[in-house]
């Protein structure tokens, strides 16, 4: 049984809370977060511990911690986890600067505790199940990756200013995405991005719609669309054109009943936000990492993967700035 430690209360560290409770091989022995009420909570309806981090980092009985703190504690967090012999799932991104994360990655190295970024999105199963067919060569060669994710809403400007903005924060995913599916990180980055949606996230030095455009060495293309609104739901898809064929994975619908009248033909809207897209996939990550740390299988997203995909969101923020490509060898060598 992996005994578990939860840094981290809020509402995505209750997700995490429900898949390590709900999975028979783990269990959540602790909680720690700044916010002691917030703690308590997760705590109660889980039946574990409040501690303070010092405390589960220190309890040589807990396995393994999973990070669901603010971005700028992830580094440091990681490493402290990981110098204490503890096994680490934590969320996107590995940190806000790559500089940090790069050295975070050398600090893990040394120590040989494994470390898992929380790309949920590579477990969703219409995603797997794309990435597999892809392996199998069911389209040929790939060519043309399309990638889509628009949010609902924007959040609050407050949430903007701390979060690192939308290419480090939202796009990171697909980011990730982008290497899952193609094999391997591109050669240059290519962003435009605008405050279309709200002016206040303009005005905390944001862009709120953007486009990102990856070239690789061998000539393929993926294009990354992001918004940080789209009125009628939560819009994640991918396309991906091969030499053999198309594959698309499309959206989660509220439900499958198409209307058809002599009006038109409508059906549902996509499930509204990440919480309803995502759920299986959270649960389905976290699965991976049991039996990652239990030495049943390699890790299936790594501390390297997470360095890369922010490898890529720093080169999309500078080319916003300049206008101009930006090659992820001239920030990661």
């Known amino acids: 049984m992996l005994k578990v430690g939860l840094l981290g209360a809020g ?8 898949a390590i409770t709900s999975h028979p091989g783990s269990s959540l022995v602790a909680v720690s977060d700044i916010n002691t009420a917030a703690a308590q909570k997760i705590a109660a309806q889980y039946g574990a ?10 309890d ?33 991104p590995v940190d806000l600067s790559l500089a940090r994360a790069r050295a975070c990655q050398e600090a893990v190295a040394s120590t040989g505790c494994p470390v898992m970024i929380g790309f949920n999105r590579r477990f ?3 995603f797997s199940a794309l990435k597999k067919a892809v392996h199998a060569g069911e389209i040929g060669k790939p060519e043309l990756l399309s990638i889509t994710s628009f949010d609902p809403a924007p959040p609050p400007v407050s949430y903007i200013k701390v979060s690192g903005g939308l290419f480090r924060d939202m796009m990171i995913h697909d980011f990730d995405m982008a290497n899952f599916i193609m094999g391997t990180a591109p050669a240059t980055v290519t962003a435009v991005g605008s405050s279309i949606v709200d002016p206040e996230i303009g005005g905390a030095g944001d862009v709120d719609t953007a486009v990102v455009t990856l070239s690789y060495a061998d000539g393929r293309i993926a294009v990354i669309k992001n918004s940080r609104r789209a009125v009628y739901g939560y819009d994640q898809r991918v396309e991906l054109l091969g030499s053999d064929g198309l594959l698309q994975a499309q959206n ?18 996509p499930t509204y936000f990440f919480l309803e897209r995502y ?5 389905a990550e976290w699965a991976a990492f049991v039996e990652a740390v239990d030495g049943a299988k390699p890790l299936p997203v790594t501390l390297d993967d997470g360095v890369a995909a922010l ?5 999309a923020t500078l080319s916003v700035r300049t206008g101009a490509p930006v090659s992820i060898a001239s920030l990661i060598g």
């Open 11 to 18: 509402r995505i560290a209750g997700v995490h809370a429900t």
């Open 49 to 58: 511990e409040v501690r303070d981090t010092d405390n589960i980092l220190q």
């Open 60 to 92: 040589r009985t807990i396995d393994a911690v999973l990070i669901a703190t603010s971005t700028d504690t992830h580094s440091d967090l990681i490493e402290r986890a990981t110098a204490a012999g503890k096994a680490v799932l934590c969320e996107k």
């Open 124 to 126: 969703d199963p219409n």
């Open 252 to 269: 989660m619908l509220e439900n499958t009943v198409v209307k058809s009248t002599t009006q038109g033909v409508t059906g549902a809207k």
């Open 279 to 283: 759920m299986p996939a959270y649960a």
């Open 311 to 315: 490898a890529m969101a720093e080169a």
